[in-house]
């Protein structure tokens, strides 16, 4: 006898490089979200789908949870919480190393009025002694009434089997929303242009990687099977152009090289990938910008 099915959305919140994205890809089965050793990697709502017997599971990755400043960062937040509120089930993260240092009184009071279950989910346990893991799950739990707690270690696996089952558990019933191989739910150029992006994050410091984004322009099928793909890199100034090229073109050409295979491997075709540099100063403020990133333009 067939089980019933169920299906529904679990929003993944936390502060900034607790393991989100990381977490989504671990239940997905497939690198779907794009991640980096850095803060504020992801940028905008993904939902990368599991399944786990008779449940899918549609992940919600959400950009971390920070005191927001310049618009894009306030973009970011908000997407977040939208995520959140529109979710039938929550995971907060936290980086068990840090406790509670970046939360804020203010997400546990947001958290309680979305009124959702909501599971506690301690990350990065294969980075911190068992006793102090207990006293921030303890003291979580007197700020918040968190239907399950989680220590995990995404990294490892430890743990994981378990959050997954919960959450298969906890959905609620009804009829799965994608079709049973869906891995995401984001068009292949969106996907390719996260994946560059996430290479220039990996290969550049300091606040570059922040004033820049990645678009995809053309995407051309060609007879012979491959993929003609043309993206842009925007920068803010002329110095950070010269820098994402890299010492005759050094820079760019790596960053094309590893975006391009992964790209590949993501769509199972062959890719010819060509990266464009341009300066837009101030595309922070420009609202086709964040039209691309799919973000809400905050008026200000
Ligand atoms: N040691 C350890 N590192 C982990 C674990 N899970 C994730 N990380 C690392 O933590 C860093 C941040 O991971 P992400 O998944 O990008 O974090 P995020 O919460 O999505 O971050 P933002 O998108 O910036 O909000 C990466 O370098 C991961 O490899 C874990 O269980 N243990
Ligand atoms: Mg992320």
Not at 74 to 98: E, F, P, T
Not at 139 to 148: C, M, V
């Amino acid at each position: 006898m067939d089980e019933p099915t169920r299906c529904g959305f679990v929003a993944l919140i936390g502060s900034t490089n607790v393991g989100k994205s990381t977490l989504v890809n671990a239940l997905v089965g497939a690198k779907v979200a794009i991640v980096t050793p850095k803060v504020q990697t992801t940028r905008a709502l993904l939902r990368g789908i599991a399944t786990a017997g008779s449940a899918q599971i549609i992940l919600v990755d959400t950009p971390g949870l920070f005191a927001p400043r310049r618009r894009l960062d306030r973009a970011m937040v908000a997407s977040a919480w939208s995520g959140a509120g529109d979710a039938d089930v929550i995971g907060l993260m936290i980086d068990a190393q840090h406790g509670f240092a970046a939360e804020t009184p203010t997400l546990f009071e947001r958290l309680a009025e979305l009124q959702k279950p909501t599971a506690l989910i301690l990350n990065k346990i294969d980075l911190v002694a068992k006793p102090s893991l207990l006293t921030v799950a303890r003291e979580a739990n007197t700020r918040a009434p968190f239907a399950a707690t989680f220590m995990v270690s995404v990294l490892s696996g430890d743990g994981v089997a378990d959050l997954k089952d919960w959450l298969a558990r906890t959905v609620p019933a009804g009829p799965w929303l994608y079709p049973e191989d869906q891995i995401a739910d984001a068009p292949s150029r969106s996907l390719a242009a996260e994946i560059t992006r996430e290479k220039l994050y990996l290969r550049l410091h300091q606040e570059l990687p922040y004033q820049s984004t990645v678009e995809t322009d053309a995407w051309i099928e060609r007879p012979d099977g491959s993929v003609r793909i043309e993206q842009t890199i925007y920068v803010e100034r002329e110095s950070q152009r010269k820098i994402v090229l890299g010492k005759g073109g050094q820079t760019i050409k790596a960053i094309g090289a590893a975006a391009r295979k992964e790209i590949a491997e993501l769509i199972e075709q062959p890719v010819h990938l060509f990266l464009f540099v341009k300066v837009r100063e101030g595309w922070g403020d420009d609202p086709e910008r964040y039209r691309e990133m799919g973000l809400e333009f905050p008026r200000e």
